[in-house]
Structures are given as structure tokens and as C-alpha cells.
């Protein structure tokens, strides 16, 4: 079954380290999403990559990173310099051109103290 | 810049009912796409119907319409005959037409979403 896998669903990690989370999609998309969720502010978009080795910041690019070595593959990472970094965070993905609509992982949750 | 707004945070249904659910938008573009997404507990978002703006016809998608008006930019999802499962957070969403000019990707804005109970 093609789809979407976020690892791991639940991750927790102590104030002052970075983190990665995984997403890897096997739907042959071109482009690829990362969101973050808090209660009350809807998806907000972090980074987005439409071809392998190239991607864009998003509306809360801060203190994360990004790289997309592999079409199917692109992992989020939350540094140190993120602020506030306990979230939902969703990855989706999408073709391009005129097939619009978006696949969603099930999510990983971060939770740092 | 384009926005979404769904002005309820939570609306309630009973069982077998009609409700309806809010969704406005601001874009100065004249060809895009708007989205409905269901995310239940699990918060696996799953989407639930789409329309295009060129489209005058509503989409419907089994219980699930939607009121399209592209002139005052609303964008309503109407579920009929509400089941338990229907309880979920919904978020609507726009995407553009046209790709980003310098990436050529598609970006998606969505709405603060709406929490929808159904009461048995």
C-alpha cells in the first residue's frame, strides 16, 4: 500500500537538543510538506520541497531544518533555536501540476522539557 | 497574501442531523482549489471533498456538500445525516492555481480549523 510514515509517533527529548523526525512517502510525489499543529492556529507550514536537493522556507521556518536527499524521503529537523518546539507535526506530500490534492502522515508528536 | 477563516471553533449535531460548517477566504487570484479535511482523533487528516474555483457546480461527495460561492468567497461543507464518526476537527484549505514563481510549488493555507461533536 502506498502512504505516508511518520516515526516515531511519540518523541521526547530534554530542552537543548536537536531532533529529527522521519517522513518518507512511497507515492511517488514530487513535493513534500511539513506542518506544525498547535491547538487553536490550524496547520502552519514550516518547509516545502518540490525536487530532490531543493526546498523552501515556510511561514515558521525558524529554528527548524530540512534536507531532501531522496524523492521519497525528507526529514524535519528541530534544533535547539526553536523556541517553543513541543507540537504536533505533520508531513505531507503532493504531485505536482494537476493533481492537487494533499496525503497526510499520521503525525509525530514532540514533546521537550 | 490569501487567508482562510472558519469562524466557529466548535459546533455541535445531533446524531442523523444536518449541520453546516463555515469557511471564508480572501485571494485576489481568480483560478484555485479549496479543500475540506476531516482529522479525527487519530489526527490523521483525511480529505474529504475538494472543489475547483472554475467550477460552478458544488461538489458533493456522498453526506458531504459544499456551498461554493466564489463571489463572496465563502466556502461551506454541509454534512447530512451526521454519524458518530463524523466527530472530528475539520479544517478547510486553499491552494493557488499557480505555483510558486521562483520553486514552482504549490503551497496550501488552512483555516484554524472547526470542532465538530455529534451528540447521540
Not at chain 2, 9 to 20: D, F, G, I, L, R
Request: net charge neutral.
Amino acid at each position: 500500500d502506498g502512504g505516508i510514515t511518520q516515526s516515531p509517533k511519540y518523541l521526547f527529548r530534554k530542552e537543548g537538543q536537536n531532533v529529527t523526525l522521519s517522513c518518507e512517502q512511497n507515492l511517488n510525489h514530487d513535493a513534500m510538506y511539513w506542518y506544525r499543529q498547535d491547538p487553536g492556529q490550524g496547520l502552519r507550514l514550516i518547509y516545502y520541497s518540490q525536487i530532490v536537493n531543493d526546498f523552501q522556507k515556510g511561514d515558521i521556518a525558524e529554528g527548524y531544518s530540512v534536507s531532501r536527499e531522496k524523492k521519497e524521503s525528507f526529514p524535519l529537523t528541530v534544533t535547539s533555536a526553536q523556541k517553543n518546539p513541543t507540537a504536533f507535526y505533520l508531513c505531507a506530500s503532493s504531485l505536482q501540476g494537476n493533481s492537487y490534492e494533499q496525503y497526510f502522515g499520521p503525525g509525530t508528536r514532540l514533546t521537550v522539557t | 497574501a490569501q487567508t482562510v477563516t472558519q469562524s466557529q471553533p466548535e459546533m455541535s449535531v445531533q446524531e442523523a442531523e444536518t449541520v453546516t460548517l463555515s469557511c471564508t477566504y480572501d485571494t485576489s487570484e481568480s483560478d484555485y482549489y479549496l479543500f475540506w479535511y476531516k482529522q479525527p482523533p487519530s489526527r490523521q487528516m483525511i480529505l474529504v471533498i475538494r472543489q475547483e474555483a472554475y467550477k460552478q457546480q458544488n461538489a458533493t461527495e456522498n453526506r458531504f456538500s459544499v456551498n461554493f460561492q466564489k463571489a463572496a468567497k465563502s466556502f461551506s461543507l454541509k454534512i447530512s445525516d451526521s454519524q458518530l464518526g463524523d466527530a472530528a476537527m475539520y479544517f478547510c484549505a486553499y491552494r493557488s492555481a499557480y505555483g510558486d514563481v521562483l520553486s514552482g510549488t504549490y503551497k496550501y493555507i488552512f483555516g484554524t480549523g472547526t470542532r465538530l461533536k455529534v451528540l447521540a
